[in-house]
């Protein structure tokens, strides 16, 4: 199996759901990156980054991409966002 690298960059946010906002704004930015997987992106507290909060949805869609909304959403899952 090929190693594989993962690139931490912590980035600040005042509170939870505005962290979980900034990180679905930069997942979907960066899901242009062949290289990235948005959907494993998490936060956490800065002195409790053990305890990590997921950001989008986890489940797989046909063609083997990820739901874009975020975790927990009601509904069925899309490749699109909602308005």
Request: contains cysteine; hydrophobic residues 35%.
């Amino acid at each position: 199996m090929t190693q594989r690298y993962v690139i931490h960059l912590p980035v600040v946010a005042a509170d939870l759901p505005a962290a979980q906002r900034l990180a679905r704004v930069i997942g979907r930015w960066m899901s242009v990156l062949p290289m990235t997987d948005p959907g494993e992106t998490t936060v956490s507290e800065e002195d409790r980054q053990f305890l990590r909060h997921r950001v989008f949805c986890d489940v797989r869609l046909p063609g083997g991409r990820r739901c874009v909304l975020r975790d927990g959403h009601d509904g069925q899952c899309s490749r699109r966002l909602r308005r």
